[in-house]
């Protein structure tokens, strides 16, 4: 893989083979622990379970956060299913390290769908709810269960444990392809749209169609739990009906740039001659 440090580098000789996967994985896993800011916000998202996810993605939202800082000082992002904050503050700490601002946008439900009771999670119980509902295996099987818990305050504390203004993220609260949350972000112009929400097939569908156009051209549309059908062998590589609904996405005026293990990068293309549709899908 490339040596280079910026974006436009390790983009121009990136190519999506098996060989280039792994690579691109190993070298990210490393450099974002040559960055003692990186490490110490992912070392403390993994000893306090704040999140999922690689270590690699650190250095790939440094290096896509500062190309956008460079181009135009002040990006706009926007992240689908927040958890309890790793990106969201993440996002904020780059910008913090380079000297820039950055408006971030939040939407999640900032609850959760499953008791945090230890009794309602035993094993033996969600199996006789599985033998009950076929929904529920679904959902379980990509991984759309998160205990109940108050996310906001979570959330708030890790923006503070790294001295970050959580007040300046702008929360949406509820569910991605909503009524209520679709008039929200509807005028929005975002350099990039991070979408981590719900992974099944129809709603990773819808998120694409609704967020997607909201993209400015050469903004970026960041997939998480994608690369099930990528070449490599040395990461996790997300979930296969997340991975299936990508493909509607180059269809929709985009080019995947990079894929950084089940992470992966669609750039708006600048001039599309694709048909792009923006309809609301609910
Ligand atoms: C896998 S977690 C996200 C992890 C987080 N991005 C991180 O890297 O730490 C999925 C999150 O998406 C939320 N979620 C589920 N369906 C959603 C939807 N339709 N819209 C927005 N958020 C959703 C869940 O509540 C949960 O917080």
Redesign the pocket.
């Known amino acids: 893989m490339s040596t280079s440090n910026t974006l436009e580098g390790i983009l121009s000789q990136y190519r999506n083979s098996a060989y280039n996967n792994d690579l691109v994985w190993i070298n990210f896993t490393r450099r974002t622990d040559k960055f003692p800011f990186l490490k110490e916000h992912r070392d403390f998202i993994e000893k306090n379970n704040?999140?999922?996810?690689d270590r690699a993605f650190h250095y790939m939202w440094y290096l896509l956060i500062s190309h956008l800082v460079l181009k135009n000082g002040h990006p706009k992002v926007l992240?689908?299913?927040?958890?309890?904050g790793?990106?969201i503050s993440l996002w904020a700490l780059i910008a913090k390290y380079l000297n820039s601002t950055i408006d971030i946008v939040a939407?999640?439900?900032f609850?959760?769908?499953i008791s945090n009771n230890v009794f309602l999670n035993n094993p033996f119980v969600n199996k006789v709810r599985g033998y009950i509902s076929q929904k529920f295996i679904q959902n379980q099987k990509v991984?759309?269960y998160?205990p109940r818990q108050d996310?906001f305050s979570i959330i708030r504390e890790v923006f503070e444990h790294f001295e970050l203004n959580f007040d300046e993220v702008n929360k949406i609260k509820?569910?991605?392809?909503s009524e209520p949350v679709l008039k929200c972000i509807k005028d929005m112009h975002l350099d990039i749209v991070?979408i981590?929400?719900?992974h099944s097939y129809d709603?990773v569908v819808k998120?694409i169609q609704n967020y997607s156009s909201l993209i400015k051209p050469s903004g970026f549309l960041v997939m998480?739990d994608a690369s099930y059908f990528l070449p490599g062998n040395q990461f996790w590589k997300g979930y296969e009906e997340v991975s299936r609904a990508c493909a509607i996405i180059e269809d929709l005026g985009f080019t995947n740039v990079l894929n950084v293990g089940h992470n992966r990068i669609y750039q708006k293309d600048l001039v599309t001659t694709r048909s792009i549709n923006k309809k609301i899908f609910l």
């Open positions: 704040l999140g999922f996810g992240e689908i299913g927040v958890y309890k790793q990106v939407v999640s439900p609850t959760g769908n991984g759309n998160h996310y509820g569910y991605s392809n991070y981590d929400g719900d709603a998120d998480d």
